[in-house]
């Protein structure tokens, strides 16, 4: 049986570091190394992050990452944990936070008074359907006509119908994605389908950041993406609100505009 932890404590005393000189190198936290090198993964988020953090530990300190994933995997990853985005990225409230927490409650009080005001108007508009119609011209033989029903009452719309098929404009919601990072990674996000010559929408060296536990907003895209990792395990991906886990070998992922996440061949 290979011993995860004893494996990556030799390795990084043989090469004279602290867990602080490996925390500020990996951007991993002393507390979850030292969860590591004992064997305590249960004081890890969850299993994901724990491959994440084991990968990105074993390969800073110049061990194959691989023989290790595969012994947590089989020993320790079946064990019952859930992810916990406050234990990965604890939110830290000062002043400034409790008062931007107190504003955002106002607004919310504000935007469902709105709502309450618009929903008790159009009741009442509903309570008098009353119309009348415009009398309408002389037309030729031939001719479209377009009936206009003007609500005499209600003021929340009027209603327009023509002769001929309506014509529909409906359009695919964009995809919201968020990136969230476990260890440093290098993501390329590109939109659906798109040529590589063509700038990517987004490409840059991430790390997690305890100041953002939200992770990166990638700009929108009606086609939907394709994400590219130079690792995998690696990053967690936010699709339209739901969490989306890669696989432990998925480099690459594609997104289509309902926001359906696959692993590209």
Do not use: C, H
Not at 106 to 131: C, F, N, Q, R
Not at 161 to 167: I, L, N, R
Request: net charge negative.
């Amino acid at each position: 049986m290979l011993e995860i932890g004893s494996s990556l404590r030799s390795a990084r005393e043989g090469r004279g570091l602290s867990l602080d000189d490996a925390a500020e190198a990996t951007k991993i936290r002393p507390a979850y190394l030292a969860a590591i090198e004992d064997e305590a993964f249960e004081r890890l988020p969850g299993p994901t992050y724990a491959r994440g953090f084991l990968r990105a530990y074993a390969e800073f300190l110049g061990v194959d990452a691989q023989p290790l994933i595969d012994e947590f995997s089989e020993r320790f990853a079946t064990a019952p944990w859930e992810l916990d985005e406050d234990v990965m990225f604890p939110r830290r409230r000062g002043p400034r936070a409790e008062a931007r927490a107190s504003r955002a409650s106002g607004m919310i009080v504000v935007a469902i008074a709105g709502i309450v005001a618009v929903a008790v108007l159009v009741v009442i508009a509903s309570t008098y359907p009353s119309t009348r119609e415009t009398p309408l011209p002389a037309t030729d033989a031939g001719t479209t006509v377009v009936t206009v029903t003007e609500a005499a009452v209600n003021p929340v719309a009027t209603a327009v119908t023509a002769a001929t098929e309506p014509q529909t404009t409906a359009q695919q919601a964009p995809v919201t994605l968020r990136l969230k990072p476990l260890a440093q990674v290098t993501v390329t996000v590109r939109a659906l389908d798109e040529p590589d010559a063509i700038p990517p929408i987004f490409q840059e060296e991430i790390e997690p950041d305890e100041d953002a536990p939200q992770g990166i907003l990638v700009p929108r895209s009606t086609t939907g993406y394709s994400v590219r990792l130079d690792r995998p395990g690696t990053l967690v991906l936010e699709v339209n609100g739901k969490q989306v886990v890669p696989g432990e070998s998925d480099t690459l992922l594609t997104i289509d505009p309902d926001g359906r996440v696959a692993a590209a061949e």
